[in-house]
């Protein structure tokens, strides 16, 4: 899925996009590329990839993201370094853009030093998410992001899921929905991200594209394992 | 409807958008902004109204009216944002209007930080403005429960003419989990209408006036006597609580509310494997809060450990419940750190073992 030297993550708010980015980042690094994660996300404040810098540094992953106190402050940080590396043509970037149309207006920012470099701009999406339930949604989203961002839309990424309790049709309902949309938008759904624990839900040929196997390292601030409730079902991580 | 995957605080404007709700009046703060975010994509879509004031002191009372006009109606803050609410609180309090207001807290004080605490249990439930009231202050440790909680405030602030908090800490509001909205939900009390509600006279009742000034002593007093004995039907009915392993044998019992309670839990299990038996009780309502159940879980135990995220708050009340029948120790975490289930469960050997110094003033 990682077709260009550099790959922009996009997507609603909450969509999975930093999860993806992380662990494409992680995956690339893998096959000894040099390349560099940079969190752009002015959105969220809490769970940015910045939480994962130790995770990333072990695994050969360059961490561009504000740090120390700043780290924790909500507020629309871009660092000066971001423009350099989209610059510099030695290693891979993927970039972590924000949720929603918010969020990508970012990438506007950066268009001049984005546009001559012909990067991928993927789409991530997940149709259990509240405001994209649907092609229609979906769509009218995309536009929104393309247009503040000022790119075209290239690829899209089935993420849709829905933590420990995603079931094989969750998936593939989530996939049917992506491959419309991409349909749509004239562009091809270019990977599934998948999570560990669904892994065995479903065989890799049954999707006929790419699996992105997704560990989930973007977690809260403070440490552990997991948190159960009994009978209610849900499953949160605590790391 | 199918399961979505929410965050906390979507789950809360949805849930409140279900509810009824077709007015919300906030203004933004850290860790909760998707609240206000959210509502301001689905309210229009609803019919309804969604307006950011210009301050909490401006959306409070905003609250005020709408409520006074017998609307359902709720608003949203962080700690420093509720704390600018809490003079409006007083006054809805003081004239019997009913609403409901969500604190997403974050580490203070002051301006603190933007990372999880539960440091407002005092403010929430022994007022926080001025005057004797009380607010019905719900505690949720899921996004499922985030969003059934939300539905019942509304139920209980109309019943009640009160308002009611949903007192989460940030993770509440911050994390992702399934969610589900049930169609067939019953209100969990009769709701009478409002003919109390300024709505517009038209000379076929007594005019309907929403006051929180009496001048005359007497009739203040009398009024402040009601106030107090529907605190007291409150106190008596409305008690929630959930037990974990309350019914088995046990040394420490824990107690924890919100998402700690989670922790605890997770805590429980590591102690369960090296042979050590604790049990968790979790309010979910801080006010009223469970003071008999406990105390009678207390009994059973040899000692009682409070977990928290802040520097001692619930554990008044936890005091205040036991009643110096067992010893009470405390672990709380500050500044936006979590406590860890290692942490939690590494406290409850020390207690145990007697490394552990009892509170004996909190």
């Known amino acids: ?239 | 409807m199918a399961k979505k995957l929410m965050k906390g605080c979507e789950a809360i404007g949805e849930a409140a958008i279900r509810a009824g709700c077709k007015l919300f009046f906030g203004y933004p703060i850290t860790p909760q902004n998707e609240i206000p975010e959210y509502l301001s994509h689905r309210l229009p879509q609803v019919g309804g109204t969604f307006v950011q004031a210009e301050s909490e002191v401006a959306a409070s009372n905003m609250i005020y009216g709408a409520a006074g006009a017998g609307e359902r109606v709720f608003t949203s803050s962080s700690s420093p944002g509720i704390s600018l609410m809490q003079e409006a609180v007083s006054y809805l309090a003081g004239a019997e209007l009913p609403a409901v207001l969500v604190n997403i807290m974050r580490a203070g004080p002051g301006l603190g930080g933007i990372l999880p605490s539960q440091a407002d249990y005092l403010q929430a439930t022994k007022g926080g403005g001025h005057g004797d009231y009380n607010v019905i202050v719900l505690a949720p440790w899921s996004v499922q429960e985030a969003a059934d909680l939300v539905a019942d405030a509304f139920d209980l602030a109309d019943y009640y003419r009160n308002p009611v908090y949903i007192l989460g800490d940030g993770l509440i509001g911050q994390m992702m989990e399934p969610v589900e909205f049930r169609e067939d939900r019953k209100p969990v009390r009769e709701i009478p209408p409002k003919t109390w509600a300024s709505t517009g006279w038209k000379g076929d009742r007594p005019r309907a006036v929403v006051n929180s000034l009496y001048l005359d002593a007497d009739t203040l007093e009398k009024h402040n006597r009601d106030l107090q004995e529907k605190y007291h039907r409150i106190r008596r009915d409305e008690v929630r609580y959930q037990g974990y392993g309350l019914d088995q044998d046990y040394d420490v019992l824990l107690v924890a509310y919100g998402t700690v309670a989670r922790v605890c839990l997770t805590a429980m299990e590591e102690l369960r494997d090296q042979g050590i038996q604790v049990a968790i009780l979790r309010p979910v309502t801080l006010f009223p809060f469970p003071y008999d159940a406990l105390a009678n879980a207390a009994a059973k135990a040899k000692a009682v450990l409070v977990v928290e995220l802040s520097a001692g708050q619930m554990l008044q009340d936890v005091q205040l419940a036991v009643h110096g029948s067992r010893p009470v120790h405390f672990h709380g975490r500050t500044g936006g750190n979590l406590v860890t289930p290692e942490e939690a469960a590494s406290k409850v050997r020390e207690v145990l073992d007697g490394r552990s110094e009892e509170v004996r003033h909190a």
């Open chain 1, 1 to 239: 899925m990682f077709e260009r030297r550099i790959t922009i993550v996009a997507g609603h708010f909450g969509s999975g996009k930093t999860e993806i980015a992380v662990n494409g980042a992680i995956h690339q690094a893998r096959d000894g590329l040099p390349v560099a994660l940079i969190d752009i996300d002015v959105v969220k404040p809490y769970f940015r990839t910045r939480e994962a810098r130790e995770e990333l540094a072990a695994r050969g992953v360059e961490l561009v993201a504000p740090d120390g106190e700043n780290a924790t402050a909500d507020l629309p940080i871009v660092l000066p370094r971001v423009r350099a590396l989209c610059r510099d043509g030695s290693r891979r970037v993927i970039l972590d853009a924000g949720g929603d149309d918010t969020g990508a207006r970012v990438l506007g920012s950066l268009a001049d030093v984005l546009d001559d470099q012909d990067p991928d701009f993927l789409l991530v999406l997940n149709f259990r998410r509240p405001f994209t339930p649907d092609v229609p949604s979906a769509l009218a989203m995309a536009r929104e992001i393309e247009s503040a961002s000022r790119r075209r839309i290239t690829g899209v990424v089935s993420n849709t899921h829905l933590m420990d309790e995603t079931t094989r049709e969750v998936l593939l309902d989530g996939l049917r929905l992506a491959r419309q949309t991409a349909a749509k938008l004239g562009v091809e759904v270019r990977a599934m991200g998948v999570q560990e624990g669904s892994r065995s839900l479903l065989e890799p040929s049954e999707t006929g594209c790419e699996i992105l196997p997704l560990r989930r390292i973007v977690q809260p601030p403070v440490g552990t394992p997991r948190i159960r409730v009994p009978g209610s079902g849900p499953l949160f991580v605590l790391r």
